[in-house]
């Protein structure tokens, strides 16, 4: 049987990795417009002076430091940029040093040291990178977040401890036969109420492959209950959890409002007729808990599916499709 995995941390990964295009396209220009002034004040150090009309300083060897000093820094932006999560300390110091720049020159402004005509150099120098270092920050707080919320084993195996309405484990069940453990949203969102005429539909394939279906959910026993009978899936195995300690034990944690309310979202619901075959229910559970679906048997995670909007449609019979049993014998 092969050692459990994280496939969350997958999928992680590669969101990451399509998320960071536009960050490594950040840094290499950063990288390249440091080199750049750099080269100008090795070359010429009174050239920066003289464009702001300003008296050329009788320092030059201290200009040129300066030239060094922001060429190590466009150095250390094209290191970053092959991979901006890993070496995000270097992205955090070019944005203090962004940050507190215009700081110090706006006080030379002010008290006429300084043209306002540097503000331009400010722009350009400063405040136009502030906003995609900080959005690289952002990214790389969250996946530093977000790996110590699902890279624990021992997390997810107290988790598994959970007690189904059978009043059996769910370590207990995946070790009868494959689970396919499915993590529903708020009762109210018209994307649960697809998922359960998903699985009501796929219901009998499911087991024919030999996996067995149970929910978790965050709602009101009757409320999912009533859901449930709707959708013809009344003996559907479930485990409450209305404090989501089990959605944060596989990864699932709160998204984003572009993942809850992104334009996808409004499509599908607005245009794609969801609206209209499930409609909208109360908000009565945390409306900005992600789902996603796991294949777990004896224990370990086969297959995942996590959902990067509230949008996506996971095709559960392809998730239970390869073999469980031939893959844990491997």
């Known amino acids: 049987m092969p050692k459990p995995f994280t496939s969350i941390a997958k999928s992680m990964g590669n969101t990451a990795r399509s998320e960071s295009g536009w960050m490594k396209l950040a840094l290499l ?14 070359a010429s150090p009174g050239l920066p002076f003289r464009m702001l009309g300003v008296q050329e300083p009788n320092y030059s060897e201290l200009v040129r430091l300066v030239g060094l000093a922001v060429g190590l820094s466009g150095l250390g932006y094209a290191i970053a940029a092959y991979n901006p999560m890993r070496h995000w ?3 955090a110091l070019g944005f203090l040093a962004k940050l507190l720049g215009p700081v110090v020159a706006a006080v030379a402004i002010s008290k006429g040291r300084l043209p306002a005509s540097a503000g331009l150099g400010i722009l350009f120098n400063d405040l136009i990178w ?56 708020h009762a109210g969102c018209p994307f649960c109420r697809e998922t359960l005429a998903d ?14 279906i149970v929910l978790v959910h965050m709602g009101a026993d009757d409320q999912v209950q009533a859901a449930l009978n709707r959708f013809g899936l009344p003996d ?7 404090r989501q300690a089990v959605y944060r034990a596989f990864g699932l944690g709160r998204g984003r409002l ?16 969801l609206l209209a075959r499930y409609g909208i229910g109360e908000f009565k559970d945390d409306i900005f808990q992600m789902p996603g679906a796991f294949l777990i048997f004896h224990g ?4 995942s599916y ?6 996506d449609r996971p095709d559960y019979v392809a998730l239970v499709a390869a073999d469980p049993v031939a893959q844990s014998a491997r």
């Open 29 to 42: 220009f950063a990288a390249a417009y440091n080199l750049v002034w750099m080269v100008v004040l090795l």
């Open 89 to 91: 300390p270097v992205v």
């Open 130 to 185: 502030l906003l995609p270092f900080a959005a690289i920050l952002y990214r790389a707080y969250d996946e530093a977040i977000g790996e110590m919320r699902i890279v624990s084993p021992e997390v997810q195996k107290m988790a598994l401890r959970s007690k189904t309405t059978m009043g059996i484990s769910l370590d207990e069940l995946s070790r009868m036969s494959p689970i396919l453990l499915v993590f529903l949203r």
């Open 199 to 212: 699985l009501a539909r796929n219901r009998r394939r499911i087991e024919e492959m030999g996996a067995r």
């Open 236 to 242: 559907i195995d479930r485990v409450s959890d209305p």
């Open 258 to 273: 572009a993942a809850i309310l992104g334009p996808r979202v409004w499509f599908r619901v607005f245009f794609g007729g």
């Open 300 to 303: 370990a995670i086969l297959r």
């Open 306 to 311: 996590v959902h990067r909007s509230s949008a």
